[in-house]
């Protein structure tokens, strides 16, 4: 299935550096979503982005959604070992067809104390 | 946010049997569910949407007579996987959209000896 580019693949930081990773399309959505998968747990959902140009925090986390609408990037501020996981991006057209979520090939931090 | 759950969250059978796995939105109502299937580091990739009240709708090359779906309320999506394999074995997460977003339940793992 269509996937959508994610990067970068793995980061592996020092505790209390900023983190940066983005995802791109080849389409455009209408609704861009940030999960954070643990080992052997389901995505929980970290941000949701519903307007092109869209500036959302949560907390250490802030995310955009790109005037294109094809884009979309999350940074980490601080960051600290519990960070560590699997970021997944998530993009999604609701009300439209497909009306699917496609996913973001996920971003793995691990994070030095 | 809201809260999915999943059951059971592990479950080992034998090659042949069925195996049935329910997904519950705990409070909130969900007409739509959907369900994945997740290789060791590698992204989510969706099986089928599941419609409460009518037929699931499955993924290219998903068999819908081996993934049986039956969301017979807004609040429970069950899927069976029916003469299980071995290479059924893997890591099956259901999520239940809100309004543009969609939550994930804790995942199951399936073990097929």
């Known amino acids: 299935g269509q996937q959508l580019n994610q990067s970068p693949q793995s980061m592996f930081i020092q505790e209390g550096e900023d983190v940066s990773m983005n995802c791109t399309s080849s389409?455009?959505?209408?609704?861009w979503l940030w999960y954070k998968q643990d080992p052997g747990e389901g995505p929980v959902l970290l941000i949701a982005l519903y307007k092109a140009g869209e500036l959302t925090s949560n907390g250490r986390l802030t995310a955009q959604f790109g005037i294109t609408r094809k884009d979309s990037f999350l940074n980490i501020s601080a960051s600290i070992p519990s960070d560590v996981g699997i970021y997944f991006c998530a993009g999604q057209n609701y009300g439209g067809a497909t009306n699917k979520l496609i996913f973001g090939t996920g971003t793995l931090l691990a994070v030095q104390p | 946010g809201a809260v999915v759950s999943q059951h059971p969250s592990r479950v080992i059978c034998k090659s042949g049997t069925s195996v049935k796995i329910e997904c519950r939105s705990l409070d909130f109502q969900a007409t739509t569910m959907f369900w994945y299937r997740q290789f060791p580091k590698q992204s989510l990739m969706l099986m089928a949407t599941?419609?409460?009240?009518?037929?699931?709708?499955?993924e290219q090359g998903v068999e819908k007579d081996k993934f049986l779906i039956n969301h017979a309320s807004l609040t429970l999506s069950t899927l069976t996987v029916t003469s299980a394999h071995p290479e059924d074995s893997s890591f099956y997460i259901c999520?239940?959209?809100?309004?543009?977003?969609?939550?994930f339940g804790p995942g199951t793992r399936l073990l097929v000896l």
């Open positions: 599941s419609n409460e009240g009518s037929k699931a709708t499955y």
């Open positions: 999520s239940a959209r809100e309004g543009w977003t969609q939550y």
């Open positions: 389409s455009i959505f209408n609704t």
